[in-house]
C-alpha cells in the first residue's frame, strides 16, 4: 500500500534464495512417481493433485526440447521435439525424481 492509502503491485525480487529454491524442487521432483515416453510426447504421472505444479516447475525449467506441457490432475503431457528428445526428457525427469 502507498502513502496515499492505494495499493501497487511490486515484483518480488530475487535475493539469491537458492535453499527456497531448492526446496521447491525437492517437493516437485518428490511429486512424480513416473516419467515415460510414446513417440514425441513424455507422460509424468504424479501423486493425485500435483500434475500442475510439476508442469509450472518443468515449464520454468531450461528444456530447450520440451515445446510446451498440458496438466490434469495426476498426468502430464509435455510434447516435445522428436523421439530421441522425448528418450531423453523422459530419462532427465526419471533421474530428476530419482526414479
Do not use: W
Request: overall charge neutral.
Amino acid at each position: 500500500m502507498t502513502d496515499h492509502g492505494r495499493y501497487k503491485y511490486i515484483v518480488q525480487k530475487n535475493h539469491g534464495d537458492t535453499e527456497g529454491q531448492f526446496a521447491y524442487s525437492k517437493t516437485l521432483a518428490a511429486s512424480i512417481i513416473s516419467a515415460d515416453y510414446a513417440m514425441n510426447l513424455v507422460v509424468v504421472k504424479t501423486y493425485p493433485g500435483m500434475a500442475q505444479a510439476v508442469a509450472a516447475g518443468l515449464d520454468a525449467m531450461p528444456l530447450p526440447s520440451v515445446l510446451g506441457c498440458v496438466a490434469g490432475d495426476d498426468t502430464l503431457f509435455l510434447a516435445v521435439r522428436d523421439i530421441s528428445c522425448a528418450a531423453q526428457v523422459a530419462a532427465d525427469i526419471r533421474k530428476m525424481a530419482g526414479k
